[in-house]
Structure formats: structure tokens, C-alpha cells
């Protein structure tokens, strides 16, 4: 079973079950896109760690708790004790540079129709490359995703 199945508590044998063994190729290529994005050979500037965190952040904004908890442990598997406080939305953040990042993490899961120019020009000058700034857009991206998938899923498992 992918982590999509598994969240949303897809049972062997369901109507659900079949729905989404009709769709088998798009959850393998969210299993890839999740590995990809969250676990890449080379995070660049945004480690694992903080990738996790951020990602299990956006899923607490997007009160998915489920998902939420995946990212935590991937969070403790990245062994990285500063990262795991930003899980949680008020954490307080210090560092000028992680605290950029958060915010624009924040704002691209709460009001991404916000991010503006301005935004990304604040993340350049913290020190966050531009090949990093795609990289939490794409980590934004795709863990939105996944909510919107788990909440459609377990809307049609209780229609049936």
C-alpha cells in the first residue's frame, strides 16, 4: 500500500480500494514525488530535517493529522533536534534565515494567492538560492497536494 492508501484507510477488497487501484499509476508517482521531494540525494540548502518539518507543518495548517505524524517521524529519522520544533506553527523561530523560510512556507500553504515577488526577493537575501526557493515551492506544492488527495479519498470512502 502507498502512504496515500495507508492515510486514508483504504482496506484491501473496498469500493475505495478498487477506485484507487484504478488510479495505481498516479499514487506510484506520489510515492516517487514524495521521495523526490522530501528526500532527495542532494537537499541543497533545505536539509531533510527541515523539509520534514516544514512538511509536517503545512499538514498541521491543513489539519491533517495523519500526515502530519508521517512527517514527524520522518522528521526524527533525520536526527535533527533543531528542525523538529518548526513541526508546530507557533514555534518561535530566531534565526534569520530559517524564520524567512517558515513564513513563506506558511504563506504558500495558507495564502499562496499572497506570495508576491517581494516575498522571494526576502528569501534571496537571507542567503536562500534560488534553486532552494524552488525547492520549498515545490515541497509546498506537493504536500498541499497530498492533503487535497487524502481529504477526496476519505470523502469517498464515507460515501460508500
Given amino acids: 500500500m502507498t502512504l496515500i492508501e495507508t492515510l486514508a484507510s483504504v482496506s484491501p477488497g473496498s469500493a475505495l480500494a478498487e477506485a484507487v487501484g484504478k488510479r495505481a499509476e498516479i499514487l506510484r508517482l506520489t510515492e516517487a514525488a514524495h521521495d523526490a521531494v522530501l528526500l532527495p540525494r542532494d537537499p541543497g540548502g533545505l536539509s531533510h530535517g527541515l523539509r ?42 530566531t534565526d534569520p534565515r530559517t524564520a524567512e523560510i517558515v513564513r513563506h512556507a506558511d504563506r504558500l500553504t495558507l495564502a499562496p494567492r499572497d506570495a508576491t515577488r517581494a516575498h522571494v526577493e526576502a528569501l534571496a537575501q537571507v542567503g536562500v538560492t534560488d534553486a532552494d526557493i524552488v525547492r520549498l515551492a515545490e515541497l509546498a506544492a506537493f504536500v498541499n497536494y497530498q492533503v487535497r488527495v487524502l481529504a477526496g479519498l476519505k470523502l469517498l470512502g464515507e460515501m460508500r
Avoid: F, I, K, Q
Avoid at 520534514?52 to 505524524?69: D, E, I
Avoid at 514527524?72 to 533543531?82: C, F, K, M, N
Fill in 52 to 93: 520534514a518539518a516544514l512538511a509536517a507543518r503545512m499538514a498541521r495548517h491543513n489539519r491533517s493529522p495523519a500526515l502530519a505524524s508521517h512527517y514527524d517521524t520522518l522528521v526524527a529519522r533525520a536526527g535533527e533536534a533543531a528542525t523538529a520544533l518548526l513541526a508546530e506553527p507557533d514555534t518561535n523561530v
